[in-house]
T-cell receptor, first 117, second 115 residues
Framework: AQSVTQPDIHITVSEGASLELRCNYS??????LFWYVQSPGQGLQLLLK??????LVQGIKGFEAEFKRSQSSFNLRKPSVHWSDAAEYFC???????????????FGTGTRLLVSP | DGGITQSPKYLFRKEGQNVTLSCEQN?????MYWYRQDPGQGLRLIYY???????QKGDIAEGYSVSREKKESFPLTVTSAQKNPTAFYLC??????????????FGEGSRLTVL
């Protein structure tokens, strides 16, 4: 069964510094990978997704992620963090479960980003 | 604007009571989902529905029930059989796009507290 590991529960970054959030997945076939962001008490918003093709994907709000098959990783990066980026970030892997095309997303436990002045 | 509406946003319940959380979408999406979120555990799938009048159990369906009588609506009932119902509940939907997973759209969630 597929799984996602986000090894960092909390990360604190200074405003203006670079950011990298780690994500490792386990899945037997080609994965569909996602990063979502959640502000406190809110739903999740998609930052970016990887289905195939170029392994470096660009998302909204200046985020990017790189798919590395050899490392089973899909780390999220941002060159310069803004205070408004403080939130919780979730990595997810999707897969087709049945022949009907049902899509199941499995989420990691999340990484909470704190931004210091 | 299209989106997913969850209500109520906050709900308090006494032990032993059933409670129903509403989820309505006007995105014309086919599939709908209910996830439960607990601190440090990420999101766990409760139930999902691919089409009207059909739904399937997810990973943690015990103590929950759903219905899908209309394409737009996917209410979740938290029954008294759910041992630890206090949590943040998220409804989501997706437009089926062949066989490739697409973007999941989320509502803003409902926080249930059992007193």
């Amino acid at each position: 069964a597929q799984s996602v590991t986000q090894p960092d529960i909390h990360i604190t970054v200074s405003e203006g510094a670079s950011l990298e959030l780690r994500c490792n997945y386990s899945y037997g076939a080609t994965p569909y990978l996602f990063w979502y962001v959640q502000s406190p008490g809110q739903g999740l918003q998609l930052l970016l997704k990887y289905f195939s093709g170029d392994t470096l994907v660009q998302g909204i709000k200046g985020f990017e992620a790189e798919f590395k098959r050899s490392q089973s990783s899909f780390n999220l990066r941002k060159p310069s963090v803004h205070w408004s980026d403080a939130a919780e970030y979730f990595c997810a892997v999707g897969a087709r479960v049945t022949n009907t095309g049902f899509q199941k997303l499995v989420f990691g436990t999340g990484t909470r980003l704190l931004v210091s002045p | 604007d299209g989106g997913i509406t969850q209500s109520p946003k906050y709900l308090f319940r006494k032990e032993g009571q059933n409670v129903t959380l509403s989820c309505e979408q006007n995105l014309n999406h086919d599939a709908m989902y209910w996830y439960r979120q607990d601190p440090g555990q990420g999101l766990r799938l409760i139930y999902y529905s691919q089409i009207v009048n059909d739904f399937q159990k997810g990973d943690i369906a015990e103590g929950y029930s759903v219905s899908r009588e209309k394409k737009e609506s996917f209410p979740l009932t938290v029954t008294s059989a759910q041992k630890n119902p206090t949590a943040f509940y998220l409804c989501a939907s997706i437009k089926r796009r062949g066989e490739a997973p697409g973007e999941l759209f989320f509502g803003e969630g409902s926080r249930l507290t059992v007193l």
